[in-house]
């Protein structure tokens, strides 16, 4: 008989919850996030961080795909322990409203193709080619949802509006540098606003320093 997947919730030394069904990468895994984030850092010293941290076997920071997969499978999960998915999703709810930052650089490359970059400077690296440059908007509003893919590991605009949903009562809104005329990298972040939007920002600065979400592959 398959075991039951549920969320767990563990509190060691150090707090965290355990995530099965994790979809990252074509791979299905179970990851542990955990309750402290880290310091406020810029995006090159997370990512000196990752390296450290991973290294040691230790949670580390991580880039948009992952942490949105674990969101999504948290969201899956809500009902089967009803009490920890609320801590969860409090805990979300809280840390989104952070401002975290994330491993995850776009490089808009007027007039060819942008490059999303993820797990941005770590022995994780990885890059994919496509248009992020658009108008702010809905991501219901994109024209080309294959980008979302790209950026957030899905395109299923209702799933990621509906764990958006969950976490902050609001859905997804993309913010994007709209024309740029020369090569320009930007940091990707999250943020949710108590009173609206829960925003994915494509257009951040790369100096800008904030907390991160820390993440662990436990099976």
């Given at each position: 008989?398959?075991?039951?997947?549920?969320?767990?919730?563990?509190?060691?030394?150090?707090?965290?919850?355990?995530?099965?069904?994790?979809?990252?990468?074509?791979?299905?895994?179970?990851?542990?996030?955990?309750?402290?984030?880290?310091?406020?850092?810029?995006?090159?010293?997370?990512?000196?961080?990752?390296?450290?941290?991973?290294?040691?076997?230790?949670?580390?920071?991580?880039?948009?795909?992952?942490?949105?997969?674990?969101?999504?499978?948290?969201?899956?999960?809500?009902?089967?322990?009803?009490?920890?998915?609320?801590k969860l999703r409090n805990l979300l709810k809280?840390?989104?409203?952070?401002?975290?930052?994330?491993?995850?650089?776009?490089?808009?490359?007027?007039?060819?193709?942008?490059?999303?970059?993820?797990?941005?400077?770590?022995?994780?690296?990885?890059?994919?080619?496509?248009?992020?440059?658009?108008?702010?908007?809905?991501?219901?509003?994109?024209?080309?949802?294959?980008?979302?893919?790209?950026?957030?590991g899905t395109q299923d605009v209702p799933k990621?509006?509906?764990?958006?949903?969950?976490?902050?009562?609001?859905?997804?809104?993309?913010?994007?540098?709209?024309?740029?005329?020369?090569?320009?990298?930007?940091?990707?972040?999250?943020?949710?606003?108590?009173d609206g939007r829960f925003d994915f920002y494509?257009?951040?600065?790369?100096?800008?320093?904030?907390?991160?979400?820390?993440?662990?592959?436990?099976?």
């Amino acid at each position: 008989m398959a075991k039951k997947q549920t969320l767990l919730y563990t509190s060691p030394s150090e707090s965290f919850w355990t995530i099965p069904g994790v979809i990252y990468r074509g791979k299905t895994g179970t990851y542990g996030l955990f309750e402290q984030m880290t310091p406020e850092m810029n995006q090159e010293q997370l990512a000196e961080l990752y390296e450290q941290e991973k290294q040691k076997g230790n949670p580390h920071p991580t880039d948009a795909p992952l942490l949105w997969a674990i969101c999504t499978s948290a969201f899956a999960l809500k009902n089967e322990n009803l009490e920890t998915s609320k801590k969860l999703r409090n805990l979300l709810k809280d840390s989104f409203r952070t401002f975290p930052n994330t491993l995850t650089r776009i490089i808009y490359n007027p007039p060819g193709e942008d490059k999303i970059i993820h797990n941005y400077r770590t022995s994780d690296e990885y890059s994919l080619d496509g248009k992020v440059v658009g108008l702010n908007s809905w991501i219901d509003e994109i024209l080309d949802k294959n980008i979302l893919e790209k950026l957030l590991g899905t395109q299923d605009v209702p799933k990621i509006n509906n764990v958006s949903q969950w976490i902050n009562g609001s859905n997804k809104y993309i913010w994007r540098l709209n024309n740029p005329k020369t090569k320009d990298e930007r940091v990707a972040k999250f943020d949710a606003f108590a009173d609206g939007r829960f925003d994915f920002y494509c257009d951040r600065d790369l100096l800008g320093e904030y907390p991160a979400f820390r993440v662990l592959k436990v099976d």
